[in-house]
Each structure stands twice: as structure tokens, then as C-alpha cells.
């Protein structure tokens, strides 16, 4: 297969690079209307045919066009927390700021996926002011998350000044970034950009990864590069059929991800973004798949699973549940009934041994 050099991001270099079949255009042209597709080198070089998890991940299909009744336009419930363009602002000492609505790659998934994409570009100069004179008048806000689009989309002269200005706000303790970029397009990560994050305040980045194939050797020297410049890292991943929706796959996930200096930080059960139902496992299977990795991964690859719930009301860890109370008492009052790493039953407080007084 030739490997386009450039970012794809036409149905006809999707067929060019025989990444769709001819006869599929006019159902991808009409996914690829409603939905920006991009697909990096980086991430192009690395995909072996339709149904593998990086291809999985972006090269459209028409599945995308079947609309579930539960999935919805906006399936987080951000509209209702947004006081000024390019903030949103749920939770009380954190808000989202969203400088730019573009993204190096276009996740067939995106929970974001009515807001994204070509045309929107980054916030204006005026619009960027007024949603930091937003941050400026709330004390409580103790940190910012720069999501979007992608934020290290951004070129190093333009964040620079967004970086000062964030810099120069007392309330503001810690400055966030939610990013692909060091993954999908690695290269992006240059000193120049690793100068423009060197703030006072201390930047922390969470890289949004789904496999351990998307870790190649440029992503890892990014990584690297970030963490050796004091940045903290954590990453998201989002659980997702056919693509990292297995023991083994999540297992390489995090372990790769550890081995890189990044510690997990939230799995994300699929949101209920329109045409994304292909992709939805169900809370169980997650559950399941969270209890397997428990007894045989070390605690510092294990992400807390969450569910953001639709409508606007946060997230919330979904995991499976080790503790039960039961209706046992015992001499030291109400007991509970534990669950070991590999799915043994024990009664805490434990039941007095011999020696007890
Ligand atoms: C996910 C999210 C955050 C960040 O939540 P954490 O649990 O701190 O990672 C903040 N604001 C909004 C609106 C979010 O959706």
C-alpha cells in the first residue's frame, strides 16, 4: 500500500491510499459532509487494513449514518455550562477552555463530533479575551483545562501569549491540557512548543490514547521530551469495540503507557454521540474488563472507569464494585463482604481468630 505522506483528509485521498473502496464513496462522501476526517501520517504509516484498531479509529463508514434513538447532538450536556464562547464551566474550581475547534485526526467516535472539524478554526481575539476575562472574575476556578479541538494544535507563537495570560491569573493553580497531539502527530512537540508551555504554573498534559499501537517511536521520544521538561502526564483512553475492548489490548495499553512515563488516568465509557453506536460496548462488558485487569496489572497502569453522564451531570466512576455491606454483625458491628482480585469472597472485619481477647 503506497503511504501518503500527507495528512488525508479527502474521501478521494481515502480512496487514493485504498484506505475505502471505490464503491463506498458516495455513502463515505456523505459521512465525510456531515463529519471532518483527518488521518496524520503518523497514524496513516501504521494501519494494516480496514478493520484494524488504528483504521477503526478513523477512516469513516457508513455505520456513522445509523443514529441511535438514545444518541444526541450535544451527549455530555455542555451547551447549558457555556457563559461565554469557548468555556465551559460544570464544575465549580475547574472549566474547559476551548481556544481552537480543530484536530489533528478526527476520531470516528468523538463525543464532540457536531462541534469540531473544518471552518471553525480558534477563537478570535476578542472572543479569546472575553473568555479569559471569564476566568479572571471566577476566584474559584483553580484550574484550566485547554481541550477543544486540540490545544497543541496551536502554533507556539499564538499559545505563547494564552499561556501568560493563564500564567498571570493568582487563582489559577494548575493548567491542563487534553491532547492526541504527542501521539498522533508527535513531531509537533518541538522545543519551541516545550518554551511556550514553561509557565510558573505548573502545566500537567492528558494524551487521549486508544492502543498500544498508536505508541510508535516518534510518540515516545514526544513523550519523553514533555516529561523531561517537568510535565506531568496522564492519559484517556475510550473503550471501544473492536478496537481496544479486550484484557490483552487494554492491558498492552497501559503497561506501554506506564513504560513512557504516563500514567492512566480515566477509561471512558462511549458517549452517546450520534452514529458512534458501533463502537459502544456495554457498562457490563467495561465492568468486566476493569475486574480482569485488577489481579494481573500493577496499580500505577489502572485508569479509574467513568461515565460522563448525558444531560450534563458529570462523571462518575463506573467500575466494578469490590465492598458489600452485608447484614451480618459481627462483635465489631455492621460487617461487609470483600471481593478479592481474583473474585474470592472474604468478610471484613474478619471473623475474630483464636486469639482474640
Ligand atoms: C471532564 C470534564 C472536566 C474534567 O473532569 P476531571 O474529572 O477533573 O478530569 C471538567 N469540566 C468538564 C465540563 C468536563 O466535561
Known sequence: MARSIRTIRTTQSLADNALVREEDLPVIREVAERYAVSITPAMHQIITGPDDPIARQFVPTGAELVIAPEERADPIGDDPFTPVKGITH?????????????????????????????????????????????????????????????????????????????????????????????????????????TALDTETPVWVVVHTNHSQELGDDARTALRLLSRNGIPLLSQTVLLKGVNDTPQALEDLFRTLVANRVKPYYLHHGDLAQGTSHFRTTITHGQDLMQNLRGRLSGTCQPTYVLDIPGGHGKVPIGPTYIHDTDTVNGSGAAHRVTDPWGTHHTYPPTPGPDAG
Open 90 to 194: 460544570r464544575y465549580p474550581d475547574r472549566l474547559l477552555l476551548k481556544p481552537m475547534h480543530l484536530c489533528p485526526v478526527y476520531c470516528r467516535f468523538c463525543f464532540r463530533r457536531e462541534v469540531v472539524g473544518p471552518g471553525e478554526g480558534m477563537l478570535s481575539a476578542p472572543e479569546m479575551e472575553a473568555a479569559l476575562d471569564y476566568i479572571r472574575s471566577r476566584p474559584e476556578v483553580w484550574e484550566v483545562i485547554l481541550t477543544g479541538g486540540d490545544p497543541l494544535l496551536i502554533s507556539p507563537a499564538r499559545l505563547a501569549p494564552i499561556m501568560r495570560a493563564l500564567d498571570a491569573i493568582d487563582h489559577v493553580k494548575v493548567i491542563r491540557f487534553h491532547t492526541r497531539v504527542p501521539v498522533v502527530d508527535p513531531r509537533r512537540i518541538t522545543d519551541d512548543l516545550i
